[in-house]
């Protein structure tokens, strides 16, 4: 029988495995040599506290899921481009592997690892493997040439790198195996099978000379060795392919974050900064600098931002791709006298954006657009106190009133007319319900406030409210931009619950609740803070309290991007709307960490709509899945989906409601 196996460098013999070891150091050298002038580049950025060894188990783990096993690439509504770049991230893992394998195996390793392996079975399982992935790698290309030049998704722009980067990976892959088809012509050994698409290219020389082969193969041989160790090289001076580095040390940077999502970073130090926030792309941190190195302009984050898809001047690939240019030129010494904000981001780009984080979570490399947005945000605001004159007006009235209305402190209470609501400033109580401006003073509202306040009288909860005591929390302050004011009242905040022995807060208000939750332990304040659906459904789980099936027809749930995306609260809501439904529940198309904002957050719900309204889009869907009731737990949602419902002229068909009404109404 014949032996089965392989030679080495068969037919190229000594000059091409001395050029092969060559190139590979001088590849290497360079791949390094680019990653360290690379590395000064990012350091372009501000220092920054990351203590990247903590949760290191946590970040490898990540890793391997989300890179490695695809998690973050492979997501739903993404199967094309995910399985597209499973084939081509796999295929050329597989040979890789493969590769060193064999170079393990030679002659000038071989003495160092003393191992042989490549023959008998393990031989025919290895070619087999690397035949498969090879192909793989190519399927994963077409489908990306498709993709990019065939049907050419809005989100994708198409660079002259992209294009070379992919015809070079498909001519190293094809290369190869016309390589291997010469090699396997020259005799044909019929094991050689199982070296499948080498086997079939191999019929393109089965008609030429026994010389003509060798000739072709060494030909072949020495293309596919430049264009491959020139790839290697390629990937470290490529915008296209140095993503295979700083997106996959983006994912073990961001992958498991060092601080609660919903949290934005406080300025420590007011009394000696000489300006707030970023105009200059050297003010942001070298952290936010890498972010803008590791986008792949994937584009997927502006398919799933509600600004963009509501026609506003805003698209977060967009806005990353264009601080990233301002980074390079930056980088070489190009100095930008004119600021950022402006020239390279367009003021009203930056009031576009909702806070909702759509695009950071459901980015497949995790990168943040809005902490770079907040920054900019905060030096129109407060270094150039330049804002639109409604925020003016937020302004003035949080200041002076402390509320967004403007109705100060004495109508905080109306809604508890009828109530047996106590005052937490002068009874003990387990239970904060901290209200919030909106439920406090909106009409609408207020019947979510009783609601609450009905579900936890009925359940036997001690609880208490503030009443003219409870200031607003401070998120419009905080997310447009107005650092200074927000730490000013919020800090006033966290004094008054501190004093008042404060442990425990409900609240039915998402942004209330982030940032008790998560910006409050900034200035000390560390509170156990729920939800109101949270602690609904922990109250039904007691049995404090009957969920009974009163709502009828179809009802859909809209997730608060501050409640599921930001702070991961996705199914005690769920959970409530399974016991109070009567009718059918539908999920609209997106949901969870997909689920698509109201168009309310990050400030905008006091700021003036000169585009299409986002809340339109979000009914749009509602009223697709044929939803009689649009369930939602966050009082901007809940204001924003009636003018919805209002603005689409289905006021007959169609009612918005708080999970807590549903669940008051049926005690
Ligand atoms: S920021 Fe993320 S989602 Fe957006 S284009 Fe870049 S890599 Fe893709
Ligand atoms: S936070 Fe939301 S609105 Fe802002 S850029 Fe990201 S997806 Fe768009």
Redesign the pocket.
Known sequence: MEPVGREIFWNVGQTARWIAYVLMVVSFVLLVYGLKMRYAMWRLGKPVPFAFTQRLFERIVYYIKSAIFHKTILRPREAYPGMMHLFIFWGFLLLAIGTGLVAFEDDFFRPVFGITYLHGDFYLIFSFILDLAGLLAIVGVVMALIRRYGTRPDRLDNQRDDMIALMWILVVLVTGFLVEGARIAFDRPSYEVVSFVGWVTSSLFLGASKEGVTTIHAVLYYLHMFLSFGLIAYVVYSGRLLHIVTSSLNMLFRGVEDAPRGALPAIADFETAEEFGVNQVDGFNWRQIFDLDACTRCGR?QD?????LSQKP???KK?IQDLKGEWLRAANGVKNEEGLIDNVIEEETLW?????????VNCPVSIP??DK?IEMRRYLTMTLSKVSPELKLLYKNLQNRFDPYGMGKSQRLEWTAGLDVKKATEEQVDVLYWVGCVASLDDRNRKVAKSVATIMNKAGVSFGVLGPDEKCCGDPLRRTGNEYQYQELAQGNVDFLNELGVKTIVTACPHCFNTLKNDYPQLGGNFEVQHHTQFISMLAKEGRISLNPTLEGVATYHDP?YLGRVNQVFDPPRDIVDKVKKGSFVEMPRNRDEGF?CGG??GKIWMEEHHQHICHLRMDEAIGVEAATMITACPYCLIMMEDAIKDKEKSESMKALDISEIVAGGL
């Open positions: 984050c799933r931002c509600p600004a963009y805003l698209s977060p806005l576009s954006c909702t806070a909702c984080l759509s695009c950071q657009t809005f947005n991007c904002c957050g990050g």
